[in-house]
Each structure stands twice: as C-alpha cells, then as structure tokens.
C-alpha cells in the first residue's frame, strides 16, 4: 500500500486503502514518569459544540463537560475565537477545565495563538491606526476580516483578557515542541523557550500598539514547514529548543495538503467541498505534525493523544 501524500515513514494496517488507517513510525520520545498521557487539541475557533463533542470522545470530559481524565495533561495548541459562533464560551470551558484537571492531578494548558493577539488588540486598542504592508491598518478592521464576531467582544471580560495575555508562546512536552503556527517566527524572541515565553509576554504587558501588531503579524505567517526546505526549518526549531518532533496549528490540513484546492497563503478560508480530515497530518520529513482539521471550512476538530501510534 501506498504511503499517503505528505505522510512520513509509517505503516498502513487494513487490507483495504478506503478502511486503511496510517500510523506513522515515531521517533522514541521521552516521557516523564510518573506523568499522565499527554493530549492536544487543535484550532477550535469558537466552535463550542465541536470541542465538547470531541472532548468527551477522547475520554478527557464526562457527559456534563467536566473534566474526566484525572492526571492527564492536555494542551490546547491556541486560537480560540473568530469564525466560529462562541468563542467566549470555548475561552470559558478551557478555563473551568484547566481548575477541574489541577485538582485531579493533571493540568489542562492553552498556548497563545494569532487569533488570541488579534483579539487582544482589537480590545485594547480598536481603530488606532498601524503601518502594515498594505498600507495604514487596524486591529479592529482586521479583526472582523478575520472572522471576529460581534457578540465575542460583547462577552469579552476583564478575566478573559488577562488570561490570554498571559498565555505561553511555546512548551516543551514529552519530546513534542508544541507552537501554535507553523513559523520560524519563534527566533526572533530568544533562544530558550523560557526566554521566547517571556519576551512575548513582556511585549503584551507594555501595551503598545506597534509592538503587538509585528507580534500579530509574525505569528500569522504560516507554511514554514510545509515545502522543500520544511524539514531544515523544523530542525533549526528543535535545535534551538529542544524536542524531536513540532506540533502545531493554525495552518488547517487541507492547505498543507492542498486537498481544499485553494493555497491560502492569504489567510483565506476558501475551498468549496467539505475537505477530509481524518486525524492529525504527519509531514516534513515526519518531524512535524499539524493539528488543526480545518473546522472552520467544514473539517474536523482534532483531538490526539501523543505519540501517535506506531
């Protein structure tokens, strides 16, 4: 059987390829001991129902959305809001999880996404004008071009804000560098993941609007990965910061596969028929793997628990 497009070095079991499923060979990461599976989740973009269905799924939430996975550890790779009808409500249920998963011994963890930064600037900041590429911009015109919704700002609250200004940039889990974009980005702000943590996070607290938008900016490119050089840019990542394989989001399968017809080196969302997504997309080499299914384009959001299966 044929090793599918994209895919790194793995097995195919089942006779038949349409019932097939890929289990690509992974490097031997270490775990720490003692310490419950590790889970990540992909882009959720304010689709609450999606993630609570696939959270109880996966075993993590019990059928009253409470956590249900004791010691378990699960990361949310960012991008909570925008295009989706709640995004609020899927800050808000992140939250009480990440509560109900440290009383039972594990942890439920976010990373910061583009979409958190753009949220945060279009509330602290609105119209103010920045200089960007095309000309004079803001973030609340980007914001709603990005798919921003209306009664998320309205629900948007003090505790919500300083949450995800307080987000880490990067972690380091069982051998997995966990990102949320698929950028070199991460470089231009330290050489330890500590330091990039922490120079992002001082970036936010200074409130300047130049400063976060370079940041919004940065960390909206995407396809890093995806081409020729792919897997020397994910090599120079684990080089500088440790890990034998990058997770990420932000770029949705179907663009990295090209499945969606559409290259949305713009941003876009475009792509007519619902593209498949059957789980996470193991690329570059099999140094990277993408988690976001592409639920904002009628694809699927992901759940794994890592390693993936050899």
């Given at each position: ?229 792919g897997p020397l840019a994910v090599r120079e990542l684990l080089d500088t910061y440790g890990g034998k394989r990058v997770v990420h989001g932000h770029s949705p399968i179907p663009y990295l596969t090209g499945e969606n017809g559409v290259d949305a080196d713009a941003g876009g969302e475009g792509g007519d028929a619902a593209p498949r997504v059957d789980g996470p997309h193991v690329y570059a080499d099999s140094l990277a793997i993408a988690m976001d299914g592409g639920v904002t384009m009628a694809g699927k959001l992901l ?8």
């Amino acid at each position: 059987m044929t090793q599918g497009a994209g895919e790194g070095p793995g097995v195919w079991h089942g006779a038949d390829q349409q019932d097939a499923v890929y289990s690509p060979t992974v490097p031997d990461l270490p775990v720490i001991e003692g310490a419950g599976p590790l889970y990540v989740v992909g882009d959720v973009h304010g689709y609450l129902d999606e993630l609570r269905a696939a959270l109880r799924e996966a075993g993590l939430t019990d059928a009253e959305d409470r956590w249900a996975a004791g010691k378990t550890r699960l990361w949310f790779l960012g991008d909570f809001t925008d295009r989706g009808p709640d995004g609020v409500g899927v800050i808000d249920l992140v939250m009480r999880l990440s509560a109900e998963a440290a009383a039972a011994g594990g942890y439920c963890k976010a990373l910061l996404g583009n979409h958190e930064l753009l949220l945060l600037g279009a509330s602290r900041f609105g119209d103010t004008p920045v200089d960007s590429a095309a000309g004079t911009a803001s973030f609340q015109a980007a914001w709603i071009l990005n798919g921003g919704q209306r009664t998320d700002m309205e629900r948007l609250r003090d505790h919500h804000i300083q949450w995800m200004s307080r987000l880490d940039s990067m972690a380091l889990a069982d051998g997995h560098l966990l990102l949320h974009s698929d950028t070199t980005a991460y470089l231009d702000y330290g050489s330890t993941i500590d330091d990039v943590n922490d120079a992002i996070w001082q970036a936010l607290q200074r409130n300047d609007v130049e400063e976060t938008w370079d940041l919004f900016r940065k960390f909206t490119k995407r396809f890093a990965f995806r081409d020729e050089g792919g897997p020397l840019a994910v090599r120079e990542l684990l080089d500088t910061y440790g890990g034998k394989r990058v997770v990420h989001g932000h770029s949705p399968i179907p663009y990295l596969t090209g499945e969606n017809g559409v290259d949305a080196d713009a941003g876009g969302e475009g792509g007519d028929a619902a593209p498949r997504v059957d789980g996470p997309h193991v690329y570059a080499d099999s140094l990277a793997i993408a988690m976001d299914g592409g639920v904002t384009m009628a694809g699927k959001l992901l759940v794994a628990r890592l390693p993936l299966a050899a």
